[in-house]
């Protein structure tokens, strides 16, 4: 009986072991300098405003960090971070954008792509949730879009699309 309890914990800590390996590689995948640009909505049914942005993320084996700005007609520009924790491929961690407050993250990843809800820290595009994907596109490509609902039509609107590139 121990020889079979010992062989079951050996297979689960060597499962888990290779979630964490798989979690560490993405992160560090996504490791690096960016640049790139975008589209960023205004307000729901308002004008998409073009930006072009810079962006660090730095990883560890299990979290990784984001530091940006964007900048839009030449004058504007905001910047945005997020402080992200995973556990196997579970992620959770704070946004800080536009407000300036911490929103929160709660999201998994699956293949290329972390899937986060949102809940912003104040009423976003009529409400406080939003989902928000950081994709990997090919080997050095990395797309942060967030998604909102429209509180009239209840249709989701991608509200900022950002495609950058490792520099």
Do not use: H
Not at 29 to 57: A, D, F, H, R
Not at 72 to 100: I, Q
Not at 138 to 143: F, H, I, K, N, V
Request: proline share 2%; charged share 20%; hydrophobic share 35%.
């Amino acid at each position: 009986m121990r020889a079979l309890f010992a062989a079951a914990t050996a297979c689960a800590l060597s499962i888990s072991s290779g979630v964490f390996a798989a979690e560490e590689d993405f992160l560090k995948s996504i490791e690096g300098q960016w640049t790139g640009g975008g589209k960023v909505l205004t307000s729901i049914g308002g004008k998409n405003v073009n930006v072009s942005c810079k962006m660090q993320s730095d990883a560890e084996a299990a979290s990784f960090s984001m530091n940006g700005t964007c900048r839009a007609l030449a004058v504007v520009s905001r910047s945005f971070n997020a402080e992200v924790k995973t556990a196997g491929n579970s992620y959770s961690g704070n946004y800080v954008g536009v407000s300036g407050k911490p929103s929160k993250l709660v999201g998994s990843r699956a293949g290329n792509t972390i899937a986060f809800n949102v809940t912003w820290a104040q009423p976003e595009y009529g409400d406080r949730d939003a989902k928000m994907t950081i994709q990997k596109v090919g080997e050095d490509g990395l797309r942060i879009r967030t998604i909102d609902q429209d509180p009239k039509s209840g249709k989701s609107v991608v509200t900022t699309q950002l495609d950058l590139k490792r520099q």
